[in-house]
Structures are given as C-alpha cells and as structure tokens.
C-alpha cells in the first residue's frame, strides 16, 4: 500500500497500547477495592463489578458506601481541616506539586486505566485528560502558594463534598481537589459508578506524596451515596453532571447553609459562517461532538451552518465521519472509542430512535461487533423546536439547522436553556468578536473548540449551572471572606399610635419601569415611628413583581452602556443624594429610633461613589493559556438581579446593593427593607432625577416573606440575594432550582453595613465568560 492510499482509505493496521501494567495494578489490589477513607483503604464490601465498555470485561470490584462509611469519611475530613489550613498556603502548595509530579510520573498507567474503565481512546486520555489533570495541580499548587498573599480576605470553607461523573473520571476529580485543597479546604468525593479507577489510583498517589490523612477522602457507589453526601455534614457541595440531578441537590441543599457550585449539561452551538475555512471548521467539528464519543457537557452538538454553504459544508461532513475509525479504545490509531456503559448506549439508541424528523446520517464506518459503541450519526434538516435540537443526547450525535444571518445565528444559539460553551468559526475577525459576546455561555471558542485550561475558569450561565472551575475566579468557590458571623433576628415594624407626623398623610407607591406604580392589589400599611404616622406604603404582590421584572428584562440597553456612562449616572444619583442628606437622615432616624441615620446616610453616598468609580476598573484578564492564543476573561452582568434589601440599614443595605450591580450593567428589582420602607420609597425621587433609565432600578415595598418566592421562582429573574432578617434563606434557594438562578443568601447572619463590601457585590453582580481566540504561528 502507498502513503497515498493510506491517507484515502484511513485503512492501517492496529496499534494497541498495552493495558499490562494497568491489569497488573488492579491485580496488585486484589481486584476489589474499598474506599479511602482517613488516609487508607477499607477492606471491600458489598458492592458493584465495574467493567470496561469496550469489551464488557470486569475490571474490578468496587464498593457501595454506606451511611457509615460516608459518615466516617466526612469525620476524618472534619478532623483533618483545621490542621491543614493552618498549615499555610506555601505548605499545600508543596503538596500539591507532589501530587502534580507524581501522576506525572504515573501517566501512562493513568491514561490506560482511564481508557479501560471508560472506553475513551487512549489518544485523547494520554494527550488531553491526563496532560490537563496534571496541569490543574500545578496551577492550584500555585494558588495554594500565592494564596495568602493575593487573597487576604479568603479563608477555607471547611470540608467539601464534591461528586462527579463519568465523562473525565480524573480530570473531573483534579477540577474539584486541587482549587478545594488548595485553599485549605478537605474533601470527600465520590466518583461516578461507572468510572472509579483512577479516582482509587488518585488515593495512592496521595499516600504516596504523603499527604496528610483525612485531606482527601473518596467514597465509592451510586447516587444514594451522592445523596447521602449531599446531606452530610459537609459545608459545600461542588456537583457536575446532569441537569436534573444538580437541579435536586439545589433543592435539598436549599436552606442548609452550604455553598454550592453545580456544573451541568449543556447543547452548545457550533456556529460556521459562510466564509469559514470549511476544512477547519469540518475537523473542529471532529473534536466538538466526536471527542470523547459526544459524552461532553460543552459538546459542539448543535451545527448551525449559514444557509449557502450548507449542502457543501454536510457533503464533506459526512465523507469526514465515514472515515472516522471507530473501535479498540486502547488502539492509538482510534477516534472513537467507546459510549461509557450500556445504559448511556441504550440512552442515546432510544433517543435518535424516537426522533423522525430531519434526515439521518450514520457514518459508515466500522464498527466493532461487541461493545458499547454508537456510530458517529448527523441529523439535519432539524427544526429549532425539535426535542433533539434542544436534548442534551450525551452520544455522537450531531444535530444540524441553517440560518441566514448572524443574528438569526445569534437568536438559534441562544435558543436554549442552557448556556456553557458555543463556537464560532469566521475568518472575519469582526464578526467573530460582535458575536462572541452576544452568545450567552459561558465559554466561547473562536476558530476553535472544546480548548480548556486550569488559567481559564470553566462553567456555565442558564440551566447550564453556576460557578467557575478554574483560574481566579474558581477560586470563589472554595473560600470565605474571613471574620466572624452573627445572628441576624427579625426586625420588627415600630408599631405606634397618634396622628400623623406630617399632617398631609401620603402614601407611597411602588417604584416600575421609572414610574411610581399603584400596587396591584390596592393594599398598604402605616409606617409608625416613635413620633407618630410617618405615612403609608404600598404592599407590593406577586403580580407587582411580575411587572418590576418585565420592566428590568425590558432595560436591556443598560447592559449594552459603557462603564464610562454607568460610572456618571452612579455619581449624578450620589451628588443627588448628598444634596437631601439631611432630609434622608431624618427620615431614618425617625423610622428606626436610632440616632445614626446622618452616618447611614453618607456611608451611602460613599458606596455610590465607590461603585462609581469601580464601573469602568472592574476589568477582565487576558488569560496565558498554553496555545499560540489568548483567552479573553470577559466580566458580563449576570442580568436582572432580584434582592430582599437589608431590614436594619434601610438606605445603605439597598444602596449597597443596588449601586455594584447597576455598575456592572445589571437591572434591579429591589424589596425594600420591611420594617423601614420609607428611605427607599424617598430615594426613587432621586433616581428621577439621576438620569437612571426606567426599568433599571425598580423598588418594591411589602412582606419580604410574600415577594421572597415569587421572585426567586420568576424565570426572568438571573440571581436572587436576600438579606432579610426574616429566614427566607431556604425558601428562596429551594425556588430558584427552577431555573438554577444563583442565589447569595443570608441565612438569618447579620452583614455589617458599615463596612464597604463593594468587591463581594461586584463579584456576585458578574459572570466570567472566557472567550478564546487563537491567533496562529
Ligand atoms: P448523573 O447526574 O446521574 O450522575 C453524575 C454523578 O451524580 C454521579 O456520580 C452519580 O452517582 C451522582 N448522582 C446521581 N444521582 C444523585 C443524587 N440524587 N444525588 C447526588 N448525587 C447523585 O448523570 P448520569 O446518570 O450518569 O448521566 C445521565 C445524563 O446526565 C447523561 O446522559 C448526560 O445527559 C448528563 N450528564 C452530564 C454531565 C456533564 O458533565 N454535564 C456528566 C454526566 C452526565
């Protein structure tokens, strides 16, 4: 045969790895496992055979945990956290580049365990999945390093459960260990049932690099024992996997106190325009869908290719999928291996067997006889509406649709719930960047796909999921700001009596879309102070939140302003303010009884202008990320925010919140404080006069506990934050799981309000989105 028929037909001859050594350290174990708990291993129990997909083989015996063993692994974490906290940053940091070197040293065990257990190619588990795990303990070595130094204000969250599924059985444990260890945190992660090998290969690397005990426990088993770990003792959960599971653990973490971060499915566009280099855009697509047989959260699994080109950009697609070499994982010489086990294969069969609109391809290509394997499959001529169109299929499956221009591009990729990754492919640089930032995801590739990197924080906006795995902003998740909390009790109304204070009795109304609204049902209530009346305010309801949330999704344009204009307006509504000072702090006063409302008030005006000034310096990175490119860490609102203002500072508690967010190009719907509403209905005439656009900021006044739900269930509604002294804590998160809103509550602890917690603000008012751009030789 000649190099140039080898390179026609793809036909050359197998190049097995040698699973030898993998099967000889399994062996070495026993061929079962325990779990690793308190730094060693239990002895096996009940359990489960894990098998490799490609064969069906069993490879080893693994264990289901039980509410015992969760417990004991959760105490031995407990136990071990305060001491490696205090071990200090450069301390772990040591640690962690041990355990960096040593899987290094371990790679090819680690690559062909990880083939074997989950049927990826051996190519892509020894050039990507290991690579990037190693890369991640490197990277977090250096945040454990720097942390003290460039994090003043963090400290550990305490003990983290973290869960993870069977996509990247390793890397996804690297994303959730090393920023959790490096920040002083310890763990208790569960693997995914179908994939625990390397996680069990993972705890002897610890043993080895001598890590202290309890830092790293792992659990083996199935969802019951996620579950059980959800409801331990633990203080966050860290989650990846299927939408509606991360949907469940926001419901039954709702009110407990713990963090969570959830990082979820996705259906994310692949965007080809019709003077892409058609050639790279077919191979990218290789990668986007066919990489790790589809079973990618951020899988390129909607084409979206411009209409004039379409029929010649599918013809080549399809030539390219026949020739893909479908079989042996273990073959080097392989593109695609095999689906994870039967019941993802039997997932994805019975999902492109139900669908019957749109044309079906099945590349041609071989395909083992025995085996979870799937062919690479394209459907086109789909309709947006489709259930495959909007289904996450986790398999080979690429769907397909045209558009015509880009904002019809635009509006199809937007056409989801969900919201992880897109990719555009242009060689017009122009239009790759006007659309790269109109995509809502979380991660955008240009010319380019499935690119990540432990500089690049990774995760999603939407139904996707939030929180960041990766980079700075990753670090979020595993930290607090230091300091001790206090408990915040209800603060109750003045209840008073006698006539008004002012002898014309007002009423306020509620603040909509830049006008002063009646609320719906008609109802309101006095605000008593000590002297007296002070007036009355409306009792907005459900149906007044709906209308302030249109109002706020209606101002879209103010995401669009620069922080030059935002940064003026802030100022205008602070100068404003000063000029009423006085007027303001007497109402405050005579509302709480207190003698600090001229304090209140100017720390006010201070925020406004501290946000002011952050609006156009509250920058993104450019990231070093190892390519001849870049990623763009781009900080965009999060969008319309819902938040239950501070009872006991009724100015500075909504101003505090407002201001940061309106900074960064969010909207508002702001419930005032309860028991002292009146400083905000006051304060809606001076964003009147302010030049703050209607529909930016909306206020609402009433029962925090009445608009708690409504707000937090409202699908409009991006984030909801509460720090009401009613517990509403539980309530709000267990109503956002409807469209996994973020959420930052109190739960009934006191914020100290003269203290200047802009940076937090800024920090919830935002998403990262990375947008990478090669930029070649
Ligand atoms: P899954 O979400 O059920 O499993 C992920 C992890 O969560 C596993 O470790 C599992 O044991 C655990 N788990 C399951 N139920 C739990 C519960 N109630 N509480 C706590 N932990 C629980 O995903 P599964 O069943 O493996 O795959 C189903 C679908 O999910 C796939 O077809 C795919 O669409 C999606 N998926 C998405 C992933 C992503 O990275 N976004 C990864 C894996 C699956």
């Not at 590739?445 to 499935?450: L, S």
Request: glycine share 10%; hydrophobic share 45%; proline share 5%.
């Amino acid at each position: 045969m000649t190099i140039k028929e080898i390179f026609e037909t793809m036909e050359y001859g197998p190049a097995p790895e040698s699973a030898a050594e993998a099967l000889a350290w399994l062996g070495d174990q026993g061929g079962a496992f325990g779990h690793f708990i308190d730094g060693a291993f239990t002895k096996p129990g009940k359990g489960f055979e894990s098998r490799n997909p490609a064969t069906g083989e069993v490879l080893a015996k693994l264990t289901q945990a039980t509410q015992a063993d969760v417990d004991a692994a959760v105490a031995a974490a407990r136990k071990a956290q305060p001491k490696w906290e205090k071990l200090g940053g450069p301390a772990r940091a040591r640690y962690l580049y041990a355990i960096a070197r040593l899987i290094q040293k371990h790679a090819r065990l680690f690559a062909v365990l990880e083939t074997l257990d989950n049927g990826k190619p051996i190519r892509e588990s020894r050039d990507i999945d290991i690579p990037l795990v190693q890369r991640h303990f490197y990277y977090h070595a250096g945040m454990a390093q720097l942390m003290e130094s460039e994090l003043p204000d963090a400290q550990a969250l305490g003990v983290c459960g973290q869960i993870i599924p069977w996509n990247f059985p390793l890397l996804m444990l690297a994303w959730k260990v090393a920023p959790a260890l490096a920040m002083g945190n310890t763990v208790v992660l569960k693997p995914a049932e179908y994939t625990s090998l390397t996680a069990l290969l993972f705890a002897d690397i610890c043993r080895q690099a001598g890590l202290p005990k309890g830092v790293v426990n792992i659990v083996t088993g199935d969802g019951a024992v996620g579950e059980m770990i959800v409801k331990a003792d633990v203080d966050k959960i860290a989650f990846t996997g299927s939408t509606e599971v991360g949907r469940r653990i926001r419901e039954a973490t709702a009110g407990s106190g713990k963090s969570l971060t959830l990082e979820l499915g996705g259906k994310s566009p692949y965007i080809v325009f019709d003077d892409a280099d058609i050639d790279s855009a077919i191979e990218g697509l290789v990668d986007a869908i066919w990489f790790n047989q589809g079973q990618v959260c951020c899988a390129g699994s909607r084409l979206l290719v411009q209409e004039g080109i379409a029929e010649r950009f599918h013809a080549k697609l399809r030539a390219r999928m026949d020739k893909l070499r479908v079989g042996n994982p273990l073959d080097k010489c392989i593109d695609v291996g095999a689906v994870v086990d039967p019941v993802q294969l039997q997932t994805i069969t019975s999902m492109v067997d139900g669908n019957s609109a749109g044309q079906v391809h099945r590349a041609t290509c071989e395909l083992p006889e025995n085996g979870c394997y799937y062919p690479p499959t394209l459907i086109t001529g789909l309709e947006p509406s489709d259930p495959l169109m909007q289904e996450e299929i986790f398999g080979p499956v690429l769907v397909s649709t045209t558009f015509r221009t880009p904002a019809e591009a635009v509006e199809l990729a937007n056409n989801t719930r969900y919201g992880l990754a897109a990719t555009v492919w242009t060689e017009n640089v122009n239009l790759a960047l006007d659309i790269a930032p109109k995509l809502v995801a979380g991660v955008v590739w240009v010319n380019a796909t499935n690119l990540f990197d432990a500089a690049a924080g990774f995760g999603g906006v939407r139904e996707s999921g939030f929180g960041r795995e990766g980079g700075w902003e990753g670090l979020a998740a595993y930290t607090k700001s230091k300091g001790k909390t206090k408990h915040l009790a209800k603060i109750e109304p003045v209840v008073g009596e006698g006539g008004p204070v002012d002898p014309i009795d007002r009423t306020a109304k509620l603040y909509v879309g830049g006008k002063q609204a009646r609320p719906d049902g008609g109802y309101s209530r006095a605000v008593w102070g000590k002297a007296g009346l002070l007036g009355h305010v409306g009792l907005a309801n459900r149906k007044d939140v709906r209308n302030a949330v249109e109002a706020a999704a209606g101002a879209k344009g103010w995401s669009k302003t620069t922080g030059h204009l935002r940064a003026q307006i802030l100022y205008y509504i602070g100068e404003n303010l000063s000029a009423r000072a006085a007027e303001f702090a007497h109402r405050i006063d005579a509302m709480t009884g207190r003698r600090d409302g001229a304090k209140e008030v100017e720390a006010a005006i201070q925020r406004l202008f501290t946000a002011a000034a952050w609006a156009d310096k509250y920058d993104g990175q450019v990231h070093g990320v190892p390519i001849r490119g870049v990623a763009i860490a781009m900080k965009e609102p999060v969008g319309v925010i819902g938040a239950l203002c501070a009872d006991e500072a009724p100015l500075l508690g909504l101003v505090s919140a407002m201001a940061p967010a309106i900074a960064m190009g969010n909207r508002v719907v702001l419930v005032a404080s309860e028991p002292y509403p009146l400083a905000a209905t006051d304060f809606y005439q001076v964003l009147d006069t302010s030049d703050v656009p209607a529909g930016v900021v909306n206020i609402l006044t009433g029962s925090h506990a009445e608009l708690a739900k409504p707000l937090a269930a409202h699908l409009n509604v991006d984030a909801v934050w509460s720090f009401s002294s009613s517990d509403l804590s539980g309530q709000i998160e267990k109503a956002s799981a409807g469209n996994l809103k973020r959420t930052w509550v109190n739960n009934a602890t006191a914020f100290d309000w003269s203290v200047d917690h802009t940076r937090r603000f800024l920090q919830a008012t935002t998403e990262v989105k990375n947008i990478w751009v090669p930029y070649g030789e």
